[in-house]
């Protein structure tokens, strides 16, 4: 009871007279007050503002990587009429046959289309971008084949869709197993 009266009572606002009359120990307590509660407030705020200020943060960055890629980096094709062959491998059923086309495509997979019939080519979608699952009119077991595109004798980097053609390039399609 001791404690009470001396250290909280002259702390609280005091009726005098009709009203509350706040004496020099209550100001500073109840101010004190005021400002750990809006400390505490505020802390919270700003720890909220930070994690969405870091989700707007990451999602700005992933959009400007994006633009940067898509703008300096990504394939671009190189427009007019070209001159390319195509190769088209099968082992297992004895298929080893070379086309030239003249074609205005810009990406291997418009040239793809275009002579699908020539070709006897089959694509699947995805998310992810455009399949070869048929060439040759020979469709490949997707559990257990593919046809790997090797571009000037090199493994492709990209699928059909994003590997431009070049004059006097040879695009080759073989059939591997996993």
Not at 53 to 74: C, R
Not at 82 to 103: A, W, Y
Not at 120 to 142: I, W
Request: one cysteine or more; proline letters at 3%.
């Amino acid at each position: 009871m001791r404690l009470f009266y001396k250290c909280i009572l002259p702390t609280m606002p005091r009726w005098y007279g009709g009203s509350f009359i706040l004496t020099p120990y209550t100001c500073w307590y109840w101010e004190l007050f005021i400002l750990k509660s809006f400390k505490k407030l505020l802390e919270g705020w700003i720890k909220m503002n930070k994690k969405i200020g870091l989700i707007i943060l990451v999602v700005l960055l992933a959009a400007a990587g994006l633009g940067i890629y898509n703008y300096y980096l990504a394939p671009e094709g190189v427009e007019g009429a070209k001159i390319v062959s195509l190769e088209i491998v099968i082992e297992d059923e004895g298929i080893d046959e070379d086309f030239e086309f003249n074609t205005d495509a810009e990406f291997l997979l418009g040239l793809l289309e275009e002579e699908a019939e020539t070709l006897g080519a089959g694509f699947e979608s995805f998310d992810f971008g455009t399949m070869v699952v048929e060439l040759m009119d020979y469709e490949a077991d997707g559990n257990q084949e593919y046809f790997h595109l090797m571009v000037n004798g090199e493994d492709a980097e990209r699928g059909p869709g994003e590997v431009p053609l070049e004059d006097e390039s040879n695009y080759r399609f073989e059939l591997r197993g996993y």
